[in-house]
């Protein structure tokens, strides 16, 4: 017997990976890679944050088992997880009706709910926004779910189409899913304000939707609480959602895969119910969590000067961010690069669009050495003070012609 003839025919590389790939076997020396969703600092470096750095110490000293942990991971991680997602003093943790799962990291959140959602008698339709992170389209397919689209952005590609996406949802079927992101959209940068947040809820309750909120960058937009706007418009009596949320970026802990997948029922026992299915997904799966990267995320968020420590390691994060944003409008602006810069400087979180063709992006990677995604995402955490004139002469270069 020979492998399926399918698995012989080279796969096209993955849309953001695969651009890494290619950046590191350029050998221009002024190359600049602002595909991949990662913070660095203003030396190029993703660092490890001084609070992550005293939690692995303590974590060390006590040199605690290697055995295994529970299929749904430790009790004081999901614990603190839950509280950071919804604030330790909502309605959603004192009733009960919540449910967290620990996973390798956001992606495997996601792609346990989509089991979960499936097993359970999903409907088999979900909805993402367009556009949305490459790998939900895939993600959700693998999982055996048809894909559809919701229109995200307006016709400048700076603000949000309301209208369109709300008509969308209103046109689902009821037991769609619907795939929210929870703030810091990817690959837009482009949030829903709380009145927008608040149609979206009455449009699912309408529709009798299932939203999954794709919540990968609390606080990396303008603050822990302010980022979890969109719990006001969903957080609702009777409305059941899932959350699936990375602590890649907000602790800086990309290679050590953190993250969860929350359940949110009408009450205590339907959540109980279904984290048992929930379990049956992760134990079909990989069995059961990695350790060390969530075991640090519960030591930060249970020790209350680790926690503030955090905190300004997050703010120091965010605030890079948002001075990035600032500079690149301020020196697309001065260079005279024709577009609507402006609103990029009031988005949300690490990513901002450019609005660019793929002919354009072809162009600042052939003929600039600057590595962008889709149709001009850029991680506005990789400019530095070093390369940001070379981006936006190249910029200016593409756009100009």
Same mark, same amino acid.
């Given at each position: 017997?020979?492998?399926?003839?399918?698995?012989?025919?080279?796969?096209?590389?993955?849309?953001?990976?695969?651009?890494?790939?290619?950046?590191?076997?350029?050998?221009?020396?002024?190359?600049?890679?602002?595909?991949?969703?990662?913070?660095?600092?203003? %030396?190029?470096? +993703? =660092?490890?944050?001084?609070?992550? *750095?005293?939690?692995?110490?303590?974590? $060390?000293?006590? @040199? #605690? &088992?290697?055995?295994?942990?529970?299929?749904?991971?430790?009790?004081?991680?999901?614990?603190?997880?839950?509280?950071?997602?919804?604030?330790?003093?909502?309605?959603?943790?004192?009733?009960?009706?919540?449910? %967290?799962?620990? +996973? =390798?990291?956001?992606?495997?959140? *996601?792609?346990?709910?989509?089991?979960? $959602?499936?097993? @359970? #008698? &999903?409907?088999?339709?979900?909805?993402?926004?367009?556009?949305?992170?490459?790998?939900?389209?895939?993600?959700?397919?693998?999982?055996?779910?048809?894909?559809?689209?919701?229109?995200?952005?307006?016709?400048?590609?700076?603000?949000?189409?309301?209208?369109?996406?709300?008509?969308?949802?209103?046109?689902?079927?009821?037991?769609?899913?619907?795939?929210?992101?929870?703030?810091?959209?990817?690959?837009?940068?482009?949030?829903?304000?709380?009145?927008?947040?608040?149609?979206?809820?009455?449009?699912?309750?309408?529709?009798?939707?299932?939203?999954?909120?794709?919540?990968?960058?609390?606080?990396?937009?303008?603050?822990?609480?302010?980022?979890?706007?969109?719990?006001?418009?969903?957080?609702?009596?009777?409305?059941?959602?899932?959350?699936?949320?990375?602590?890649?970026?907000?602790?800086?802990?990309?290679?050590?895969?953190?993250?969860?997948?929350?359940?949110?029922?009408?009450?205590?026992?339907?959540?109980?119910?279904?984290?048992?299915?929930?379990?049956?997904?992760?134990?079909?799966?990989?069995?059961?969590?990695?350790?060390?990267?969530?075991?640090?995320?519960?030591?930060?968020?249970?020790?209350?000067?680790?926690?503030?420590?955090?905190?300004?390691?997050?703010?120091?994060?965010?605030?890079?961010?948002?001075?990035?944003?600032?500079?690149?409008?301020?020196?697309?602006?001065?260079?005279?690069?024709?577009?609507?810069?402006?609103?990029?400087?009031?988005?949300?979180?690490?990513?901002?669009?450019?609005?660019?063709?793929?002919?354009?992006?072809?162009?600042?990677?052939?003929?600039?050495?600057?590595?962008?995604?889709?149709?001009?995402?850029?991680?506005?955490?990789?400019?530095?003070?070093?390369?940001?004139?070379?981006?936006?002469?190249?910029?200016?270069?593409?756009?100009?012609?």
């Amino acid at each position: 017997m020979a492998l399926p003839v399918r698995s012989l025919t080279p796969a096209a590389p993955d849309p953001i990976l695969g651009l890494s790939e290619s950046f590191k076997a350029d050998t221009r020396t002024d190359k600049v890679n602002l595909s991949v969703g990662v913070y660095v600092d203003e %030396t190029g470096v +993703t =660092p490890v944050i001084p609070s992550v *750095l005293e939690a692995e110490r303590r974590l $060390l000293e006590k @040199a #605690g &088992s290697k055995g295994y942990l529970p299929i749904d991971g430790r009790p004081g991680f999901k614990a603190a997880v839950r509280d950071l997602i919804f604030g330790a003093d909502s309605e959603i943790v004192s009733s009960g009706r919540s449910a %967290t799962a620990q +996973t =390798p990291g956001g992606t495997g959140g *996601l792609r346990v709910a989509a089991d979960f $959602l499936i097993q @359970a #008698g &999903s409907a088999r339709t979900v909805w993402l926004s367009e556009p949305t992170w490459p790998n939900h389209p895939q993600l959700f397919s693998m999982a055996g779910f048809a894909v559809k689209s919701y229109p995200y952005l307006d016709e400048s590609g700076r603000g949000l189409n309301v209208e369109g996406m709300l008509g969308a949802l209103r046109s689902a079927a009821p037991g769609d899913v619907v795939v929210l992101h929870g703030s810091c959209h990817n690959p837009s940068g482009v949030d829903p304000d709380p009145k927008t947040w608040a149609a979206v809820g009455e449009a699912i309750v309408e529709r009798e939707l299932v939203p999954v909120v794709d919540f990968a960058y609390q606080g990396f937009g303008f603050g822990l609480r302010e980022d979890a706007d969109w719990l006001a418009g969903l957080a609702r009596p009777g409305l059941e959602f899932l959350v699936c949320t990375s602590y890649s970026k907000n602790f800086a802990l990309y290679n050590e895969r953190v993250g969860a997948v929350t359940i949110v029922a009408a009450d205590a026992n339907r959540a109980a119910s279904a984290l048992s299915h929930l379990k049956i997904a992760i134990r079909s799966n990989y069995s059961n969590p990695p350790a060390h990267g969530g075991d640090i995320v519960e030591t930060i968020l249970n020790d209350a000067a680790l926690r503030a420590q955090w905190e300004d390691d997050l703010a120091v994060m965010r605030n890079r961010i948002l001075g990035n944003r600032a500079a690149l409008v301020d020196a697309l602006v001065a260079a005279g690069v024709p577009g609507q810069w402006e609103p990029l400087r009031r988005q949300r979180g690490m990513f901002a669009l450019l609005g660019l063709s793929a002919a354009q992006v072809a162009r600042l990677r052939d003929e600039f050495g600057v590595y962008v995604v889709g149709r001009g995402r850029i991680n506005v955490a990789g400019l530095t003070a070093a390369n940001l004139p070379h981006v936006v002469a190249a910029v200016k270069a593409v756009v100009g012609s």
